[in-house]
């Protein structure tokens, strides 16, 4: 939720200052809010005064993005870029637009310099990876001529793999909306399989237990625990439900107590 206070007291400083930069940070609580026209129109005109000004291409461009502008939101990212080759923001962000555009060798290239500012990068890392495989199939794919003496089977498959790897790569750098579109074009396309089930399992669970979870890598292993977690909460739920109605006022905690509940 925004701070309504800080709104105020940057609409403030602005109106003391209008050639000031706090239009930056202004902007971007304007975005939180939704208030796309007045956020793009505040932009517009701060980087008037301060063409390079990296916080305000930042917000500019993440005014684009929320509202599905890709091309747009690259332009402003690629302007952060140039004026701060590490900014980190600018840096993860080109690489997810270029991964839902299908520019793979691009989103390789900005993965790279991810890894160079933050080695310890647990999601670009793992996009690292299926970045790789989606590039190694784009490599592999037949030639257009040569893709009528393919049988019909060995090509789905290669569909498969090509919109699993880029829904994992999705997933791997929490972009759950964007796996969910990938996961409806993979279905409109192609129809429901096994493995496109199961990420969409994934993603459920996801949203039911808040999709700020963080996660590395999308596992068998990864849905388990996490399916172990409903269960022990349901357990636990369980066991609140069976407790003792009359509490003890000598001891009220023990009415709440998790024994013979296996954590």
Known sequence: MVNIYSIEQYE???NEDPHSKSFAPLADAYRKQKRFDEALNLCK?????????????????????????????????????KYDPQNLLALTHLAQIYLELGRYSESLKFCELVKISSP???????????L????????????????????????KHMDEDRHLSVIDALISSQSFESAQERIFLAE??????????????????????????KISEFTPDSVIHRQKNIDLLKKLLKKVKEKDKSAS??????DWCYNGVEL
């Open 249 to 254: 006022l000598e001891d009220p905690a023990k």
């Open 120 to 130: 310890d990068h647990k999601e670009n890392q793992f996009m690292i990876k299926k």
């Open 188 to 213: 409109r396309s192609m129809g429901s399989f096994p493995e496109l089930t199961r990420r969409q399992q994934f993603l459920n669970s996801q949203y039911r237990l808040g999709s700020h979870i």
């Open 45 to 81: 005109q701060g980087l008037l005064v301060h063409p390079e000004f990296v916080g305000g291409h930042l917000s500019l461009a993440k005014i684009y993005y929320d509202q599905n502008l890709p091309k747009a939101a690259e332009k402003s990212f690629l302007k952060a870029f």
């Open 132 to 155: 790789g495989q989606l590039l190694l199939q784009k490599k592999n794919d037949p030639p257009i001529k040569a893709k009528s003496q393919v049988s019909l089977t060995a090509m």
């Open 12 to 14: 403030a400083l602005l």
